[in-house]
């Protein structure tokens, strides 16, 4: 395996790109100088010391050695010892809710960052599992492949807003489906899906996909978040609710029973979630109880450092550069002018 240790460095290809661009301006500049004073070849002949290509032949030793330079600086290095690890450890995919009915405030701060700190603490709780990210509303989308770089989790998690979904709506049997896709192709693994919402499902075609989700041995767990006495929906930035067409304020309830519902078809449970702890502590107690399985994964463990190389090819341009004159050798001129004059005579 190749990698750059600081690929950032690479960065200073941008600034070379420049300088050759500013070289060839410049010599462009230079030429039509020349051009006013008389014929490109006349002038030339008065200038016999002068080499066209040494010139030339320095600039591009001198970048040579700038491009190795830079790719040094990277950190160029070859992977030379794999060893393959055996961890125990499960592959969880939250489905989270983001539909407008999210930002009901029944559940401080609101529903959707009540939820974001449930995973984000769940996320903290992992150690050799994997976990991948769906964001769903009337569509479902993929946030994060699964993974196990927890510090990306989180960080796609912060993004997670009502807005990143156009199509409003909870359509549950979507995500389920998705999230049955997004599973590597272990074997042995133990699956889980856990999906976070009001339970409002609107396409009502949840209970089918949990279904489905256990015939292929992936349960399915169902954290219902809200008030079921129900509670209005803040349009985001304003003071003011989100109202139906006859004038009348919506209210978002929770829907437990069909929350129950999907979670008994998919083999998980059902986890009501409110303003306190209890919620995270039967989710841990619920990841807790899956089997671990075995997951092998190979990593490199060893890097060779491969800068030393570019560093002495850099030396080697610039140690060329710095021998090789700009002007020709008089002396060479001289005999050849001796000779064009004897072979005239």
Not at 301 to 314: K, P, R, T
């Amino acid at each position: 395996m190749f990698r750059f240790e600081n690929p950032h460095y690479l960065y200073l290809l941008v600034l070379q790109v420049l300088l050759v661009a500013l070289h060839y301006y410049s010599l462009y500049r230079r030429q039509k100088a020349l051009r006013r004073y008389g014929d490109p070849e006349l002038v030339r002949q008065l200038f016999i010391d002068v080499s066209r290509v040494r010139p030339e032949v320095k600039f591009w030793l001198s970048q040579a050695a700038l491009l190795c330079l830079i790719v040094a600086l990277a950190r160029p290095q070859f992977g030379t010892k794999i060893e393959s690890r055996e961890r125990q450890g499960i592959e969880a995919i939250i489905a989270l809710d983001v539909s407008n009915s999210m930002l009901a405030e029944d559940v401080k701060p609101n529903r959707l960052q009540k939820a974001k700190m449930m995973v984000s603490n769940m996320v903290d709780d992992m150690k050799d599992d994997k976990v991948g990210l769906i964001v769903f509303a009337g569509q479902a989308f993929t946030q994060l492949p699964i993974t196990s770089d927890y510090v990306s989790a989180k960080m796609f998690l912060e993004t997670i807003n009502p807005s990143m979904v156009t199509v409003q709506g909870t359509d549950i049997a979507e995500a389920i489906r998705l999230g049955l896709k997004s599973f590597t192709h272990n074997e042995g693994v133990s699956r889980a899906i856990f999906v976070i919402t009001d339970g409002e499902d609107n396409e009502q075609q949840g209970v089918e996909a949990a279904k489905e989700a256990a015939k292929q041995g992936v349960r399915v767990y169902v954290l219902g978040i809200g008030d079921p006495a129900g509670a209005p929906i803040p349009i985001e930035g304003t003071n003011q609710y989100i109202i139906d067409q006859e004038g009348n304020i919506v209210m978002s309830r929770l829907s437990e029973d069909m929350c129950r519902e999907i979670a008994r078809a998919g083999n998980g449970s059902y986890i009501f979630v409110d303003n306190s702890s209890s919620a995270q502590k039967k989710l841990s107690e619920q990841v807790d109880r899956l089997a671990k399985s075995t997951l092998e994964s190979e990593i490199y463990s060893e890097f060779d450092e491969q800068f030393q190389g570019f560093l002495i090819l850099a030396l080697l341009f610039l140690l060329v550069d710095a021998l090789l004159l700009e002007r020709q050798n008089h002396r060479v001129h001289v005999s050849k002018l001796f000779r064009r004059n004897d072979k005239k005579a």
